[in-house]
């Protein structure tokens, strides 16, 4: 059904962006922003569609040797490449951290959750004190690995906490509602867990559990 829905959406979206492109040979001022907002609305429900068909699809992992390290810094300059991208502070080892992951799953959930915490630190009437969001790396006991990623923006309401990683649940003004859903999805197929903890006005720390793997180890979703 999502498939289907997503086809359908996807048909019109196309049209929709070849007609924009056609706009954009007017040189007039007004129709120029009205194809610049149209283009940004087609690109926020492609996003929209593409977060619906990666939650209905059973998650994929592909094993490998990677280092957290390398992939916690590239999720960090994915976030702060963007146009409005805040500085992250990166607390990760200097030594190499090896692991045995889906590294290109997890470094997607990275900068998920890391634009999250972005854009609670814009929401806050004030800027706090930095650095404002924190991505730190350590060892876990009995054996495994901890994510934290610490921000201080304007925190979450106690009453949504339980309903955060529900698909489609979101306060946020044009947000999908699916990625932390995603994020949870990925993060137990790597056999881990994600957890939340938030104090309104003091910021939100999302904390990434994950085991030490094999190769050898099957791993599903």
Partial sequence: LSAAVAHEIRNPLMIIKSTVRSLRRDNSPEVAAAAASLDEEVVRLDRVVSDVLDFARPVSIALARADLGTICRTAVQAVEATADG???????????????????????VLVNVLQNAQHAVR?????????????????????????????????IDPADLPGIFEPFFTRRAGGSGLGLALAKNVVEALGGTIAVASRPGIGTVVTIDLPDLTLSEEVRS
């Fill in 86 to 108: 805040l500085k992250v502070e990166v607390a990760v080892p200097a030594e190499p951290l090896p692991s045995v992951t889906d590294a290109e799953r997890l470094r997607a």
């Fill in 123 to 155: 929401a806050r009437p004030a800027a706090p004190e930095p650095p404002a969001i924190v991505v730190h790396v350590e060892r876990a006991a009995p054996s495994g690995w901890r994510i934290d990623v610490r921000d201080k923006g304007v925190g």
